[in-house]
């Protein structure tokens, strides 16, 4: 009997299920929290609660639109960690719920591993070993992937995230969360070599975003003295510069990490790597670096259940399952 798999992913403000069968997804239903946007970003305990209503109703969505029974499930998996406590606490305490009245295995499953191995989907796939930039609101890494189940991270940012890097900025602007996408769609018509801000010189393959906040913070008061109207009237060109040198502070690593392993299969995944800058940039570089280069379908770069399907496969695979006793971590280790 070819193995299903019913995936429960909770680690933020996205409540998502999937179910895969013999390695291939079946669905991706996702639940969005519009109760944020009143805040200027996630509220975790809101978060939490949202989770608690939306979880049965995307469940039975999932199992019906595929035309199938709790019964038909080989295991339940849900996102392990990390993320948010209480969002995981929902997704953990519902999938160890099932998966006991139904006796079949658990599966606990990292999330930022989730996000790299979401390349497996769809075609085409990336070549072991590949690096994988993976970019979020709440991670930045450089990760050698060597299989499925044994990953490196070689580079990771040492303050902020390069997502909380596009949020704040967003913030600054007087943008509505959630803010990096805004950035992303006024950079698209603007000039990002206009205005110039800092590159991090930070050693080895490391990160470095609170700089640039900060820049872009004094910036931004500077210019507002001398024209209240400045942001109104360059918006576009700020976004653009802004996006201009994230992205190139990420590519400057990468190039490195890709020289240094002589690997050149590059992908990217995490919500960040939804960004058109980056993904522009890469194409760029494909062709100057002769790298293959892999990126996700937008569905697949934020946060949903079918990465954690994916991810759950392979673990099934390898009957590597958790103990009912476990828990959801914030700051489960990579």
């Not at 209480?86 to 990292?110: E, T, W």
């Not at 930039?133 to 580079?155: A, C, D, F, K, Y």
């Not at 770069?301 to 009912?324: G, P, R, S, V, W």
């Amino acid at each position: 009997m070819d193995p299903i798999i019913l995936a429960i992913e909770s680690s933020c403000d996205e409540t998502s299920t999937s179910i895969i069968r013999k390695g291939k997804i079946l669905n991706n239903i996702v639940a969005t929290q519009s109760v944020h946007e009143n805040y200027g970003g996630v509220v975790p305990e809101l978060a939490s609660r949202a989770h608690q209503q939306n979880i049965v109703p995307v469940v039975s969505q999932a199992l019906e639109q595929a035309g199938l029974n709790k019964s038909d499930l080989s295991a339940v998996a849900y996102t392990k960690g990390p993320g948010l406590l209480g969002a995981l606490l929902v997704g953990a305490s519902f999938a160890k719920s099932m998966a006991y009245a139904l006796d079949i295995p658990l599966i606990g499953v990292h999330h930022m591993k989730a996000h790299i191995l979401a390349h497996f989907i769809e075609e085409p796939r990336p070549a072991f070993p590949f690096l994988c930039l993976t970019v979020s609101g709440g991670h930045t890494q450089i990760v050698r992937v060597n299989s499925p189940l044994e990953m490196e991270v070689i580079g990771t940012t040492k303050d902020d995230a390069v997502g909380e890097a596009f949020d704040k900025t967003a913030k600054m602007l007087g943008l509505p969360y959630p803010g990096g996408p805004l950035v992303d769609r006024y950079a698209q018509n603007g000039d990002g070599e206009r205005f110039e801000f800092p590159l991090s010189e930070m050693p080895g393959l490391s990160y470095s975003f609170s700089g640039i906040k900060t820049a872009v913070l004094y910036f931004l008061r500077a210019e507002v003295a001398k024209d209240p109207d400045f942001i109104e009237k360059n918006i576009q060109d700020i976004c653009a510069s802004v996006q201009f040198t994230l992205v190139k502070m990420l590519l400057q690593k990468l190039k490195k990490a890709s020289k240094q392993t002589g690997i050149k299969e590059i992908a990217i995944a995490g919500g960040v790597s939804a960004n058109s800058g980056l993904r522009s940039a890469l194409e760029a570089h494909k062709e100057k670096f002769r790298w293959n280069v892999y990126v996700p379908a937008f569905e697949y770069c934020t946060d949903n259940a079918a990465m954690i399907a994916m991810a759950a496969h392979f673990l099934y695979e390898k009957e590597i399952f958790e103990d009912i006793e476990s828990s959801a971590e914030a700051r489960l280790p990579f």
